[in-house]
């Protein structure tokens, strides 16, 4: 894939990218930060009542849930330690386009492009209470990712199982279920019944709950 990238509006006011190749979004069009806030953080972050998170995402794409998961800390007070597989990594050029330091904190403009430019493969502390590890690897090939702890949190942000159906196997659940600790939470925007199922045969305990506008229902996976 050569992952040619356009900027677009969703119906929030905020930006996501298209993918023609795939005939992709990288978010729902009803609204990229509503859907990511309600995904990742509402249903994910914020359910977590630990106050050290160990985080996997699978797909940096924009940076816009590592963007809100920072800012989420500085008001709750947890730390996270951000770590996102991405193997397609948007342009700096795309990245200083998209509005989200614009729409969340126009002053942390700075910081969502260094979430961008910091470099890839090392931890690199963001903020004190945000440290991110970016990446630059295929997530179809999570047998060969050792990371140096177990995870806590988990976001599942691949592209749709009919764009990427590789994405969704029971051999990557099995993977991450064997990654996190127990009490470890996954979220994904995907409520399909064949995934649902994947979870559950991974070891999870699987909770439907309702989606974000547009949506009908996503789902939270419980180790
Ligand atoms: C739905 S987008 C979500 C991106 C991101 N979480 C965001 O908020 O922008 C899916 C992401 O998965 C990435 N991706 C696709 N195939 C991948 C693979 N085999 N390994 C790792 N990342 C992949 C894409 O490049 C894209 O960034």
Redesign the pocket.
């Known amino acids: 894939m050569t992952?040619l990238h356009i900027i677009e509006l969703t119906e929030d006011g905020s930006h996501t990218?298209y993918i023609p190749e795939l005939n992709e979004h990288?978010?729902s069009t009803h609204g990229?930060v509503q859907e990511?806030l309600h995904v990742y953080l509402e249903a994910g972050l914020h359910h977590y009542d630990k106050q050290e998170v160990n985080l996997l995402?699978?797909?940096?794409?924009?940076?816009?849930?590592a963007f809100l998961t920072l800012l989420d800390t500085e008001r709750s007070g947890k730390t996270v330690k951000y770590t996102t597989?991405?193997?397609?990594p948007?342009s700096l050029a795309h990245a200083e386009k998209l509005n989200y330091s614009k729409l969340l904190d126009p002053s942390r403009k700075e910081i969502f492009i260094q979430l961008h430019s910091s470099a890839w493969g090392d931890w690199v502390d963001i903020t004190p209470t945000f440290g991110l590890k970016k990446l630059q690897?295929?997530?179809?090939r999570l047998e060969e990712f050792q990371p140096e702890a177990l995870f806590d949190l988990i976001?599942y942000?691949?592209?749709a199982p009919e764009k990427?159906p590789g994405?969704w196997t029971e051999e990557i659940f099995n993977r991450l279920y064997a990654l996190s600790n127990y009490g470890a939470m996954l979220t994904t925007y995907c409520a399909k019944g064949a995934v649902r199922r994947m979870l559950q045969t991974a070891g999870y305990r699987v909770e439907r709950l309702p989606g974000p506008p547009g949506k009908r229902e996503i789902l939270r996976a419980v180790k």
Request: without cysteine.
């Open positions: 992952m990218l990288y978010h990229a990511s995402e699978i797909g940096f794409g924009t940076g816009l849930n597989l991405e193997r397609y948007v690897t295929d997530a179809l976001y942000d691949a592209f990427q994405m």
